[in-house]
Every structure is written in structure tokens, then in C-alpha cells.
């Protein structure tokens, strides 16, 4: 099976790797062969990511990073690639989206969404497509936008904008770095069930009444299709963002309107 994926081996860096999406993806790329760098803003889930790696027979180091300091995240990425050794692919699933009306939406809100959804993954993207290119060496970067990226963003515009600007970033870095080698392609995510938003709700269970699939999606889900960009399965495949959204794509843009007024008035209260 390891053969199949090609990963075993490889040594993939994942930002945001302590938790949820992240930590789901760390577990199967593991499974599969792969020595991974674990990175998370907080030491304690970072550290506990790569014990469970090493604990099952795997190669795994973690890293404390703030994505939003550049420096900080550039040096990360030069101390993974002293103490892992060159990276052959990287994952990022950190982002996270404010809540409020566009005519209440602040500047500095504006901007620190873009910079924790975007921002961070150009930062760190380039310092690993560089590392890459220098050594002529093939790669695969992987980000997690949103659906949100796709259709409309109500209620949370900075961060609709902002995915929708990493989907056609990702694009315009698949164009530049594929005759070198390098591949990069997005998930976008549809709701998924995470540690910081749980399932729960009126308005969130009449969302799912009317989702194809009816259920949210797990972390499992999206870690799935990131593995699956990472490995030789989507070795002729770059540029593209996958939906894995339960279905919400195909019958287009639906009225959840209910669950993100309710999601910004909780994070305002």
C-alpha cells in the first residue's frame, strides 16, 4: 500500500499539524511512510502530534511557530529542514475566519484574515519551493482553502476574499513552479465538524437537512484528500482545488445565512 502512495520516506512539513485537520493529516501521511514536521502555535499540541507519530514507529519533530511572523515562520521552516533534512512537500491547514457584517467589518479585521489565511501560506510556500528548486528537486504543496472561496462568504467577507485569493494563488504558483517540479493544489473544505466548531444548533441542523450527504464531514475527510495531493496518486495533477464539501457544490449556494449570523453573534457577545 505505502508503495502506491509513494510517501514513505518523504519528509512533508504540516503547519497547523497539533490539531484537527491538521493532526488527521499528520496521523495518515505517518501511517503511510512518511517523516513528518509538526507545526503549531502551541508547543503542548505539537509535542503531543509527534510522540503519537514516534510512539507508532514513525519519524516526526515539532516545531512552535506563529504563521503570522514571517521571520519567525521562515526560520521554522530553515530548523525543519536542519533537524528533518530537505523537505520533498508541505501542508498548511491553519486559517481561521471573523465574524461580522461587512458594514461593521474593521480594517485591522480585514487584514488579519487575509494574513492568516494567505498571507502565511505565500511566506511559507515560496521558502519551501526555494529550498526545492535549489536542490532540483520535485515537491508537492498542499493548502486548505473553503468552499467559501468558491461562492459567497456572508457574514465573514475577509475570509471568503482571502481563500478565494489562495485559490487562484495557488493557480498562479502551479503555472511558475511546474517545469521545476513542484506541485500545488488546494482542499476546499465544505462544513466540517473541528475542534473549534463542533456540531450544534438549531440553524446548524437545518443546514444539514438540506446538505446532499446530510452530515457535516470529519477532520479524517479533508486529511484524505490532502494526502492524496502529497502523494504519486496526483502525480500529473496541479493547480487545482478539490471541494470536499458533502455535496454542497453541486446543488449550489444554499441559505445558511441562519448559522453564520448566529456564529457572529456568538463571537461578538
Known amino acids: 500500500m505505502q508503495s502506491l502512495f509513494g510517501l514513505a520516506g518523504r519528509r512533508i512539513l504540516v503547519l497547523g499539524g497539533g490539531q484537527?485537520?491538521?493532526?488527521?493529516?499528520?496521523?495518515?501521511?505517518?501511517?503511510?511512510?512518511?517523516?513528518?514536521?509538526?507545526?503549531?502555535?502551541?508547543?503542548?499540541?505539537?509535542?503531543?502530534?509527534?510522540?503519537?507519530?514516534?510512539?507508532?514507529?514513525?519519524?516526526?519533530?515539532?516545531?512552535?511557530?506563529?504563521?503570522?511572523?514571517?521571520?519567525?515562520?521562515?526560520?521554522?521552516?530553515?530548523r525543519v529542514e536542519r533537524d528533518l533534512g530537505p523537505l520533498d512537500g508541505m501542508a498548511t491547514v491553519v486559517g481561521m475566519a471573523g465574524f461580522a457584517p461587512l458594514l461593521d467589518m474593521s480594517l485591522e479585521a480585514w487584514d488579519?484574515?487575509?494574513?492568516?489565511?494567505?498571507?502565511?501560506?505565500?511566506?511559507?510556500?515560496?521558502?519551501?519551493?526555494?529550498?526545492?528548486?535549489?536542490r532540483k528537486a520535485s515537491g508537492s504543496l498542499v493548502c486548505v482553502a473553503s468552499i467559501d472561496g468558491i461562492a459567497s462568504a456572508p457574514y465573514h467577507a475577509a475570509y471568503g476574499a482571502a481563500k478565494a485569493g489562495l485559490i487562484n494563488l495557488?493557480?498562479?504558483?502551479?503555472?511558475?513552479?511546474?517545469?521545476?517540479?513542484?506541485?500545488?493544489?488546494?482542499?476546499?473544505?465544505?462544513?466540517?465538524?473541528?475542534?473549534?466548531?463542533?456540531?450544534?444548533?438549531?440553524?446548524?441542523?437545518?443546514?444539514?437537512?438540506?446538505?446532499?450527504?446530510?452530515?457535516?464531514?470529519?477532520?479524517?475527510?479533508?486529511?484524505?484528500?490532502?494526502?492524496?495531493?502529497?502523494?504519486?496518486?496526483?502525480?500529473?495533477?496541479?493547480?487545482?482545488?478539490l471541494a470536499v464539501d458533502g455535496g454542497y457544490g453541486a446543488v449550489g449556494v444554499m441559505d445558511y445565512a441562519p448559522t453564520v449570523r448566529a456564529q457572529a453573534a456568538a463571537n461578538q457577545a
Do not use: C
Open 20 to 78: 484537527g485537520m491538521g493532526q488527521a493529516t499528520v496521523r495518515l501521511i505517518s501511517s503511510l511512510g512518511a517523516e513528518v514536521a509538526i507545526a503549531d502555535v502551541a508547543a503542548e499540541r505539537a509535542e503531543q502530534a509527534a510522540a503519537e507519530v514516534v510512539a507508532g514507529g514513525g519519524k516526526a519533530l515539532s516545531v512552535v511557530v506563529d504563521v503570522l511572523d514571517d521571520a519567525a515562520l521562515i526560520a521554522a521552516i530553515g
Open 112 to 134: 488579519l484574515d487575509h494574513q492568516r489565511n494567505l498571507r502565511y501560506f505565500f511566506v511559507a510556500a515560496r521558502e519551501v519551493a526555494r529550498g526545492l528548486i535549489a
Open 170 to 241: 495557488v493557480k498562479t504558483m502551479a503555472a511558475e513552479w511546474s517545469p521545476s517540479g513542484i506541485r500545488v493544489n488546494a482542499v476546499a473544505p465544505g462544513p466540517i465538524i473541528t475542534p473549534r466548531f463542533p456540531f450544534g444548533g438549531e440553524a446548524e441542523r437545518q443546514r444539514m437537512a438540506i446538505l446532499p450527504m446530510r452530515r457535516r464531514g470529519e477532520v479524517e475527510d479533508i486529511a484524505k484528500a490532502v494526502t492524496f495531493f502529497l502523494s504519486d496518486l496526483s502525480a500529473y495533477v496541479t493547480g487545482q482545488t
